[in-house]
């Protein structure tokens, strides 16, 4: 029947034609560093869900760079692999932020997007804002507002900086949006969204239960518990790092400690000599930096989780898992007021002492924060899409 097979082929390119027509909206999206992947994983597959209104771009920086750090998540989480990827590997803040700068225009200039999507807190997510704000390229920040108020951190610089010139603000809490207006941020740039890292817990948390991790290091659910350790203020001083490996190992006389050393934290502790007393001690498993899946079934089965990270803090509030976060300071106080964390600094004796508490009263029922939910993507991808395109004068 040709003339069915012609009106066929007619209506499709009338389709195709129509759906050229139809103004896309174009969005880079600039990951670099491990607590980067987790975030953006729901974000690019919401833009994926919305193909036909959005064309998109992923420029991985290169900040991380071992498999164990970048290639793991990338696979174990659907994140198809980075359009681009900058290499810019590990240097001094100003080296790895200058070198982001320099090879990261060129690709907004030649992409031409309407938005640049960062996340986060890394030198990745403050100098994707700054090549993107000057190129009059609108920014949304996912994960804004927060703050520890702490200028020291290198993250906290990298929030102000990032959140002073986003045009979007997503916050994933309350007390983000008050400390936003607090600085003077006009509110209609300011919109509550939620934790999209929750999002990818939520998606991953049975998909985790078939990791072999606890068989592999030979471990008992609850009968163990896990650290991290990564930031400068824990690591890049002997004697502080010294102190939190004595207050370690005193704990895992009591219960099992896994410890799964960040590269920075590695690269230290071979720097000071402190690996052959860290091996002498049986009950401290030592790991590599483990894949998402793996370190999921990890801590969600753990007693105690003792950690210095971000958004292990959130992730064990959604959990459930006692928390002690081993720094002064916290951006994420509502871990603290609704879930399980404690901050109790560096103080090896009250380190020990605080887990052992922990251990013997573990904390009763919390409550999740208000959207972590495992929707926040969704929120994020409309807020973006009710503000949609750039102004005339961009790239
Ligand atoms: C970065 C982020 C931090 C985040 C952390 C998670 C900044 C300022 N810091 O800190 O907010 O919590 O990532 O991991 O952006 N290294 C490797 N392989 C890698 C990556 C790093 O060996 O794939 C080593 C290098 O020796 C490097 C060091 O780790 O010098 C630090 O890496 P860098 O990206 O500068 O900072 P992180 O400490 O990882």
Do not use: C
């Given at each position: 029947m040709p003339e069915s097979r012609e009106t066929v082929d007619f209506l499709l390119g009338f389709i195709r034609y129509g759906l050229n027509r139809i103004e896309m909206l174009r969005i880079v999206s600039v990951v670099g560093a491990r607590p980067n992947f987790m975030k953006i994983a729901p974000i690019v597959a919401e833009m994926r869900r919305r193909f036909s209104r959005i064309t998109s771009l992923l420029v991985h920086t290169g900040q991380h760079y071992d498999d164990s750090m970048s290639e793991s998540f990338f696979e174990e989480l659907n994140?198809?692999?980075?359009?681009?990827?900058?290499?810019?590997?590990?240097?001094?803040h100003a080296q790895q932020t200058g070198r982001i700068m320099l090879a990261l225009e060129p690709v907004l200039q030649d992409f031409k997007p309407d938005w640049v999507v960062v996340v986060g807190d890394v030198n990745s997510t403050m100098a994707a804002t700054l090549v993107a704000s000057k190129l009059l390229v609108r920014v949304a920040h996912v994960e804004?507002?927060?703050?520890?108020?702490?200028?020291?951190?290198p993250e906290e610089i990298n929030r102000v900086v990032t959140d002073a010139l986003a045009d979007l603000l997503l916050t994933p809490s309350r007390d983000a949006d008050e400390n936003l207006l607090r600085e003077?941020?006009?509110?209609?740039?300011?919109?509550?969204?939620?934790?999209?890292?929750i999002d990818t817990l939520h998606y991953n948390l049975e998909r985790a239960a078939a990791s072999t991790v606890l068989d592999r290091l030979a471990l008992v659910p609850k009968q163990y518990c896990v650290m991290t350790l990564h930031r400068p203020s824990n690591v890049d001083d002997k004697h502080t790092l010294q102190g939190i490996l004595d207050a370690t190992t005193a704990i895992a006389a009591r219960q099992q400690v896994v410890f799964a050393i960040h590269p920075r934290t590695r690269a230290r502790i071979t720097e000071f000599g402190l690996d052959g007393e860290l091996a002498?001690?049986?009950?401290v498993i030592l790991t590599e930096p483990l894949s998402y899946l793996d370190f999921l079934q990890l801590y969600s089965n753990s007693r105690l989780v003792l950690t210095d990270s971000g958004g292990i803090q959130e992730e064990t509030t959604v959990l459930g898992v006692p928390c002690l976060t081993?720094?002064?300071?916290?951006?994420?106080p509502i871990t603290v007021t609704e879930g399980t964390n404690r901050v109790i600094g560096n103080n090896p004796e009250r380190i020990k002492c605080e887990a052992i508490d922990a251990l013997d009263h573990p904390p009763q029922t919390t409550r999740v924060p208000?959207?972590?939910?495992?929707?926040a993507a969704q929120r994020i991808m409309d807020a973006i899409e009710e503000h949609g395109f750039g102004t005339e004068d961009s790239v």
């Open positions: 994140i198809p692999r980075a359009d681009v990827n900058l290499g810019v590997g590990s240097a001094s804004a507002g927060l703050r520890s108020r702490d200028r020291t951190m003077g941020i006009a509110p209609e740039k300011i919109r509550f969204v939620g934790n999209v890292m002498r001690q049986p009950r081993l720094r002064e300071n916290t951006e994420r208000e959207f972590w939910d495992g929707k």
